[in-house]
């Protein structure tokens, strides 16, 4: 079975830091492309960093670029959200995706990143 489990969430003020992770589970992680989004209220979610499997391959919305570093665990099963820097407008629920060939989708149930100015 399936486990995406999102943490570290929590409340930060303005230009502090968080880290969230996502445990993964029930699948064969170093094959999946990992990602995080994010969903803020009254707003369509968004893709916010992706990391490929093998090649390593990094990109993160324009938004976020500069101040947030994705990186994955292999051994650990474990994909990070480092977030420095943080806004306001960073608030939202951030989600843990996996995807592989657009086939195999699976989510995390998400966790609340709250900055306050």
């Known amino acids: 079975q399936v486990h995406l489990v999102e943490s570290g969430g929590g409340e930060v003020q303005a230009g502090g830091s968080v880290r969230l992770s996502c445990a993964a589970s029930?699948?064969?992680?170093?094959?999946?492309?990992m990602r995080w989004y994010r969903q803020a209220p009254g707003k369509e979610r968004e893709l916010v960093a992706r990391?490929?499997?093998?090649?390593?391959?990094?990109s993160y919305a324009d938004s976020v670029k500069g101040r947030f570093t994705i990186s994955e665990d292999n051994a650990k099963t474990t994909v990070y959200l480092q977030m420095n820097r943080l806004k306001p407008e960073d608030t939202a629920v951030y989600y843990c995706?996996?995807?592989?060939?657009?086939?195999?989708?699976?989510w995390g149930q998400g966790t609340q990143v709250t900055v306050s100015s």
């Open positions: 995706n996996a995807v592989l060939a657009s086939v195999y989708d699976y």
């Open positions: 029930g699948f064969t992680f170093s094959s999946y492309v």
């Open positions: 990391i490929g499997p093998t090649d390593g391959y990094i």
